[in-house]
């Protein structure tokens, strides 16, 4: 069965750290590339950093540069979201996603996960 799943989600205060997992199941993550992106309540979900399987390229958006980075680690078949310096607008529902092409735009992704929720206390 194929499926993303994120953990490492939780309550952290503002100016704290958080790590989240995205784990694959059922494919190989290595040859997708991976998104993440959130949703804060009341709000659309936004894509808010990718990183392309072929050459590890990133991007992420303004509200996140500088505070998070996407490794991914191909022998565990996971990717993370490394979040530092968080904010409490960083509070939201977090979900990874795999497709086969790498996008800025962040549209038409293959597979997602479930989410986990990330809330900054201020």
């Known amino acids: 069965q194929v499926q993303l799943v994120e953990s490492g989600g939780g309550l952290v205060q503002a100016g704290g750290s958080l790590r989240l997992s995205c784990a694959a199941a059922?494919?190989?993550?290595?040859?997708?590339?991976i998104g993440w992106f959130r949703q804060a309540p009341g709000k659309e979900r936004e894509g808010i950093s990718c990183?392309?399987?072929?050459?590890?390229?990133?991007h992420y958006v303004d509200a996140v540069k500088g505070r998070f980075t996407i490794p991914r680690d191909n022998a565990k078949n996971t990717a993370y979201l490394q979040m530092n310096n968080l904010k409490p607008e960083d509070t939201a529902v977090y979900y990874c996603a795999a497709d086969p092409n790498y996008s800025t735009t962040y549209k038409g992704m293959d597979y997602w996960g479930k989410g986990t929720l990330v809330t900054v206390s201020s």
């Open positions: 990183i392309s399987s072929r050459d590890d390229s990133t």
């Open positions: 059922g494919f190989t993550l290595d040859v997708y590339a």
